[in-house]
Structures are given as structure tokens and as C-alpha cells.
């Protein structure tokens, strides 16, 4: 059973940098691409940042590009979002995902691709 956790989320001001923090447990993760979602309120989930397996390839949404970076340290079955400039409509809860099937180069930002999900991470940006 694969368990995703995510850790980080506060309040914080606009303009500020937070990092979220997804821990895997269960099973070793080393080769499966894995994202960050986000859903704000009283909208849809949205695709943020997704990276490989292996670390080497990353994409993002339009609205976070420049701003966030996704990384992950497989030693540690551990997946970062660092956001930096954060904005109020950053808001929302933020989920850690991951994309079992994908072991290739490629990421994918649809959400129907990802298997397995945190709880979220509450994130709120005060202006």
C-alpha cells in the first residue's frame, strides 16, 4: 500500500516563499513520475508541476512557471514544491500525487494519469 503525505502548507504573506513536502511510505518510488496539484476555491483541481522519475525532466502550469520549482530525493522518498513570489491566487490545497504507470522521460499533467494521492496541504496567501 502506497501512502503519500504532504507537509509544508501555512498562511503566508504575497510575495513570500514557501517549500511543500511530499513523503512517500510503502514502497520505493525511485521510477515513477510524480506531481503536485492544486485546488483553490470554488474551482477545479489544476495540474501545478510534475517531474520524472528520475528527477531529470520537470513541466508546469503557465501560472507557476519562474515561480515554483519541483524536485524530489529519491534516498529519501521525498518530492519538494518550493514556491517562491507566491500570490493570493496561489491559495488553496495542494495535493501530492503520483503517476504509477509513468517509468518513462515524459510527465503528464492530466490528473486521470495519477494512481495514488495525498490529503492535501492547505496553502493560503494572504494579500
Known amino acids: 500500500q502506497i501512502q503519500l503525505k504532504e507537509s509544508g502548507g501555512g498562511l503566508v504573506q504575497s510575495g513570500a516563499s514557501q517549500t511543500l513536502t511530499c513523503s512517500v511510505s510503502?514502497?520505493?518510488?525511485?521510477?515513477?513520475?510524480m506531481g503536485w496539484f492544486r485546488q483553490g476555491p470554488g474551482v477545479a483541481l489544476e495540474f501545478i508541476a510534475a517531474?520524472?522519475?528520475?528527477?531529470?525532466?520537470?513541466s508546469y502550469a503557465g501560472s507557476v512557471r519562474g515561480r515554483f520549482s519541483i524536485s524530489r530525493d529519491n534516498s529519501k522518498n521525498t518530492m519538494y514544491l518550493k514556491m517562491n513570489n507566491l500570490k493570493p491566487e496561489d491559495t488553496g490545497v495542494y495535493y501530492c500525487?503520483?503517476?504509477?504507470?509513468?517509468?518513462?522521460?515524459?510527465?503528464?499533467?492530466?490528473?486521470?494519469?495519477?494512481?495514488?494521492w495525498g490529503q492535501g496541504t492547505q496553502v493560503t496567501v494572504s494579500s
Open positions: 510503502g514502497r520505493t518510488y525511485g521510477n515513477h513520475a
Open positions: 517531474i520524472t522519475g528520475t528527477g531529470s525532466s520537470a
Open positions: 500525487a503520483m503517476d504509477w504507470g509513468n517509468y518513462g522521460e515524459t510527465t503528464r499533467p492530466q490528473r486521470a494519469e495519477y494512481d495514488y
